[in-house]
């Protein structure tokens, strides 16, 4: 997430891009339980079952599914990689919307990169995997 503030401080974007871009990325990301269905790991009654159980916990998806023993630790872990690819990059996000021109943008990420120490360093997502709500 830092990448996106870094953006915003530098004065490349505003705040409110940065939340309009959060906000585009979110609408691509898949429910686990879509997934989980799709990938035979549960069944929609399973899923209307964690839900109802997510409702009364106030925990994510993924946690109760696995208190629960409908998802193993490792079909979770799968589930929440394919929930992250899902999602479109920060930079995909802020082209979409038009918040900057990709000659600026890559401007930018080439001067970010030699402040980290060299141009093979990646630049994270706006919002890491281990930042995502699970369902």
């Known amino acids: 997430m830092w990448f996106g503030f870094d953006l915003v401080d530098e004065g490349l974007i505003s705040s409110a891009d940065l939340c309009a871009a959060m906000r585009r990325q979110m ?4 429910p686990i339980g879509q997934l989980a269905v799709e990938a035979g790991y549960m069944t929609i009654a399973r899923v209307f079952d964690v839900l109802a159980t997510q409702h009364e916990w106030h925990r994510p998806f993924g946690e109760v599914a696995l208190e629960l023993g409908y998802l193993k630790r490792e079909q979770l872990g799968l589930l929440l990689l394919q929930q992250n690819d899902s999602v479109p990059s920060l ?4 082209l979409a919307a038009g918040a900057v021109t990709k000659e600026a943008l890559d401007a930018w990420i080439r001067e970010y990169r030699s402040r980290l120490g060299g141009t093979s360093c990646e630049i994270p997502d706006i919002i890491p995997l281990s930042e995502l709500p699970v369902g």
Do not use: A, H, V
Not at 27 to 30: H, K, L, T
Not at 91 to 94: A, K, N
């Open 27 to 30: 609408q691509y990301r898949r």
């Open 91 to 94: 930079e995909e996000s802020l």
